[in-house]
Nanobody, 123 residues
């Protein structure tokens, strides 16, 4: 059973911080690229960040660059998305996804998906 479970989503005020977690089971992260995606109501799912199977060459979308940081803890088999200076436009359901290859911007290239965690940025 290959599974990804997101957690950490919450209601936060603009300018606040939040850390999302993506716990993997049934496989180990050192053989998979892990991407973070988000989808706001009525909008297309977009990739916001990705980390390679080696842990190198992290990717961040221009909209979150300098504010979001992706990292992983192999001992816990978990990938994190640390988010700072959150804005209302960051409000979305955040998903993590895995593929046995390099980081990709194409959603269908990812074989495994979590169920998502809601992030709401509002006063």
């Amino acid at each position: 059973q290959l599974q990804l479970v997101e957690s950490g989503g919450d209601l936060v005020q603009p300018g606040g911080s939040l850390r999302l977690s993506c716990a993997a089971s049934g496989f180990t992260l050192d053989h998979y690229a892990i991407g973070w995606f988000r989808q706001a109501p009525g909008k297309e799912r977009e990739r916001v960040s990705c980390i390679s199977r080696s842990g190198a060459s992290p990717y961040s979308a221009d909209s979150v660059k300098g504010r979001f940081t992706i990292s992983r803890d192999l001992a816990k088999n978990t990938v994190y998305l640390q988010m700072h200076t959150l804005k209302p436009e960051d409000t979305a359901v955040y998903y993590c996804a895995a593929r046995s290859g390099v980081c990709s911007a194409i959603t269908v290239n990812y074989n495994y998906w979590g169920q998502g965690t809601q992030v709401t940025v509002s006063s």
